[in-house]
C-alpha cells in the first residue's frame, strides 16, 4: 500500500509541471494572438509609407522613423482638437454612465415598488432594437434642439444605457441588505446610503462599466460621422477617416492617428484593470 500510495504520488506530481506547461503555452499562444494587431498598429505607424504596402510585408519595422507622425501633424491641423474632442466625450459620457446607470441599477436591485420587474424587463427588451433604427428619430431631435455640428448631439443622446443599468442592477443585487440596514439605523438618508454604501461597494462592477463605456464611445464612428460637419468639431475616428482621399489612401498616415489614438484606451484599461478583474471575479453579471 505504501509503494503504491509513493507511485501515485509520483505520478501525480509528473504530470503537474506538465499540466502548468500546457496551461502557460495556451496563455502565450493566445497573447500573442490578441495583441498582434496592436502591435501591427504601431509597426506600421513607424515604417515608411512605401514600405506599408510591400508584399510580403516586414514583420519588423525596417528603416522606422518618425516620418508619418510630422506629416500628419502637417496635413491634419486639427488632429489635436479631435483628441480633444474625443476625450471630452469619452470622459463626459463615462462619468455620467457611472453615475445614472448605477443608481438606475439601485433602484432596480434593491428599491421596491410596484412594477419594477415588468419595467426592469420593459427597458431589457430595448437591446433587441437595433441601434440603427434609432439613427433618424435621433437626427430629428438633435436638428430641432439645434445641436447639429455641436459635440453635446454625441454626449445627450448616451448620457445612459440599458446594459450599464443590467450589469449594475445584477452586481448590487449581490450587496448584503444588511449594510444597508445598518446605515440607515445609524441615522444615514436615502441618498447617503447610495454614496456612502452602494457606490464604494460597487468600485469593481463600475470599473468595468467605465471601461466598456470609454472605450466604446471614444471609438464610436457613425453617430459623429452624422451629426458633426466641421472638421474642428470632429472626433478622433471621424478625423482619422477623413484622412483618407477618394482614389488613394496613404496608409502611414492613418496608422500613425491610429497609434495616436488607441493610446489613451490603453492608458484608460491600465488604470481600471484591476477594478475590471474584480468585477469579473466577483460576478459582475451573476443571475
Given at each position: 500500500?505504501?509503494?503504491?500510495s509513493?507511485?501515485?504520488?509520483?505520478v501525480q506530481?509528473?504530470?503537474?509541471?506538465?499540466?502548468?506547461?500546457?496551461?502557460?503555452?495556451?496563455?502565450?499562444?493566445?497573447?500573442?494572438?490578441s495583441?498582434w494587431?496592436m502591435?501591427?498598429?504601431f509597426?506600421t505607424?513607424?515604417?515608411p509609407t512605401?514600405?506599408?504596402?510591400?508584399?510580403p510585408?516586414?514583420?519588423?519595422?525596417?528603416n522606422?522613423?518618425?516620418?508619418?507622425?510630422?506629416?500628419?501633424?502637417?496635413?491634419?491641423?486639427?488632429?489635436?482638437?479631435?483628441?480633444a474632442?474625443?476625450?471630452?466625450?469619452?470622459?463626459?459620457?463615462?462619468?455620467?454612465h457611472?453615475?445614472?446607470?448605477?443608481?438606475?441599477?439601485?433602484?432596480?436591485?434593491?428599491?421596491?415598488?410596484?412594477?419594477?420587474?415588468?419595467?426592469f424587463?420593459?427597458?431589457?427588451?430595448?437591446?433587441?432594437?437595433?441601434?440603427?433604427?434609432?439613427?433618424?428619430?435621433?437626427?430629428?431631435?438633435?436638428?430641432?434642439?439645434?445641436?447639429?455640428?455641436?459635440i453635446?448631439?454625441?454626449?445627450?443622446?448616451a448620457?445612459?444605457?440599458?446594459?450599464?443599468?443590467?450589469?449594475?442592477?445584477?452586481?448590487?443585487?449581490t450587496?448584503?441588505?444588511?449594510?444597508?440596514d445598518?446605515a440607515r439605523?445609524?441615522?444615514?438618508s436615502e441618498?447617503?446610503?447610495?454614496?456612502?454604501?452602494i457606490?464604494?461597494?460597487?468600485?469593481?462592477?463600475i470599473?468595468?462599466?467605465?471601461?466598456?463605456?470609454?472605450v466604446?464611445?471614444?471609438?464610436?464612428?457613425?453617430?459623429?460621422l452624422?451629426?458633426?460637419q466641421?472638421?474642428?468639431?470632429?472626433?478622433?475616428?471621424?478625423g482619422?477617416?477623413?484622412?483618407?482621399?477618394?482614389?488613394s489612401?496613404?496608409y502611414?498616415?492613418?496608422?500613425?492617428?491610429?497609434?495616436?489614438?488607441?493610446?489613451?484606451?490603453?492608458?484608460?484599461?491600465l488604470?481600471?484593470?484591476?477594478?475590471?478583474?474584480?468585477?469579473?471575479?466577483?460576478?459582475a453579471?451573476?443571475?
Open positions: 500500500m505504501a509503494a503504491q509513493m507511485s501515485t504520488r509520483s506530481n509528473s504530470g503537474i509541471p506538465w499540466m502548468q506547461i500546457l496551461a502557460w503555452t495556451v496563455l502565450i499562444v493566445t497573447t500573442f494572438i495583441l494587431p502591435y501591427w498598429l509597426v505607424a513607424i515604417t512605401q514600405q506599408t504596402i510591400k508584399t510585408p516586414d514583420l519588423f519595422p525596417v522606422a522613423s518618425l516620418e508619418n507622425f510630422v506629416r500628419l501633424f502637417s496635413q491634419a491641423r486639427d488632429y489635436w482638437r479631435w483628441f474632442n474625443s476625450l471630452i466625450i469619452g470622459l463626459t459620457v463615462t462619468l455620467f457611472i453615475f445614472f446607470d448605477t443608481l438606475a441599477g439601485y433602484a432596480f436591485a434593491k428599491k421596491r415598488f410596484p412594477g419594477r420587474n415588468i419595467l424587463w420593459i427597458i431589457l427588451s430595448t437591446l433587441m432594437i437595433p441601434a440603427h433604427v434609432t439613427l433618424v428619430p435621433m437626427y430629428i431631435v438633435t436638428r430641432n434642439l439645434g445641436l447639429i455640428d455641436n453635446l448631439a454625441v454626449i445627450l443622446p448620457t445612459a444605457s440599458v446594459f450599464g443599468i443590467f450589469l449594475m442592477r445584477q452586481y448590487i443585487q450587496l448584503p441588505s444588511e449594510l444597508e445598518a439605523i445609524d441615522g444615514c441618498p447617503g446610503v447610495f454614496w456612502r454604501v457606490l464604494p461597494l460597487s468600485k469593481p462592477a470599473g468595468a462599466l467605465a471601461i466598456f463605456t470609454f466604446r464611445h471614444w471609438n464610436d464612428f457613425l453617430w459623429p452624422i451629426v458633426l466641421k472638421s474642428q468639431n470632429y472626433t478622433l475616428p471621424v482619422v477617416a477623413s484622412l483618407q482621399d477618394e482614389f489612401t496613404d502611414g498616415i492613418i496608422f500613425a492617428g491610429a497609434a495616436l489614438a488607441a493610446l489613451p484606451m490603453i492608458v484608460f484599461f488604470a481600471f484593470q484591476r477594478y475590471f478583474l474584480e468585477g469579473v471575479r466577483m460576478g453579471v451573476k443571475g
